[in-house]
């Protein structure tokens, strides 16, 4: 069974520093791999996602991630946090294979708060 | 395109009533997944449904339930309601073509689920 382990549940950074999240799976199975950020009071918004091909991989509002096979990791990176990064970022995956249908596991969640 | 549909967006209910949660998911997508969210259990897949037919469910008691109709809309079903079930109830279609799991899931707003 696959699982997404989510290192640090709260991470603080001060605005225009380095943003880092990160995120281990485990898996029998080569994953494809998701991060999604929750706004309050929101549904999940898409920030990027690794199926194959390029280990980096760039999303929406100067996010990127890198898949790295032989750590199992997928971490997430800004260079330079906004104010408006401050939310709670989800690390997910999902297998390749008829028992996956649908399912999204995610990890438990880590809150980004950017200071000024 | 409009995103997912959620409705109701709020809801209270008592103990031992059942509720009928509504997504309606981008048009075009067939598949619809559904994900139970709570501050002591995360993101929890519940079930997902693909033209009408369930092809995946998660570790959830009967009292769960959802069915597809045929313009992809879906519902979920909870009956006799416990404390427990308060929730964040989230959906999440997909266009799910054959058997990729490349696809991405797109969330709505959810369901605030609030038993008393």
């Known amino acids: 069974a696959q699982s997404v382990t989510q290192l640090g549940s709260h991470v603080s950074v001060s605005e225009g520093a380095l943003v880092l999240l990160r995120c281990n799976y485990s898996?029998?199975?080569?994953?494809?791999l998701f991060w999604y950020v929750q706004y309050p009071n929101q549904g999940l918004q898409l920030l990027l996602k690794?199926?194959?091909?390029?280990?980096l991989v760039k999303g929406i509002n100067g996010f990127e991630a890198e898949f790295k096979k032989s750590e199992t990791s997928f971490h997430l990176t800004k260079p330079s946090a906004h104010m408006s990064d401050a939310a709670e970022y989800f690390c997910a995956v999902i297998l390749a294979g008829g028992t996956s249908y649908g399912k999204l596991t995610f990890g438990q969640g880590t809150i980004l708060t950017v200071h000024p | 395109k409009a995103g997912v549909t959620q409705t109701p967006r709020y809801l209270i209910k008592t103990r031992g009533q059942q509720v009928t949660l509504s997504c309606s998911p981008i048009?075009?997508?067939?598949?619809v997944s559904w994900y139970q969210q709570t501050p002591g259990q995360g993101l929890q897949f519940l079930f997902e449904y693909f033209s009408e037919t369930q092809r995946n469910k998660g570790n959830f008691p009967g009292r769960f339930s959802g069915r597809q109709f045929s313009n992809s809309r879906s519902e979920m079903n909870v009956s006799t309601l416990e404390l427990g079930d308060s929730a964040l109830y989230l959906c999440a279609s997909s266009y799910t073509s054959g058997p990729t799991y490349q696809e991405t899931q797109y969330f709505g707003p959810g369901t605030r689920l609030l038993v008393l």
């Open positions: 898996s029998s199975v080569p994953p494809y």
């Open positions: 048009s075009g997508h067939r598949s």
């Open positions: 690794y199926t194959t091909g390029a280990t």
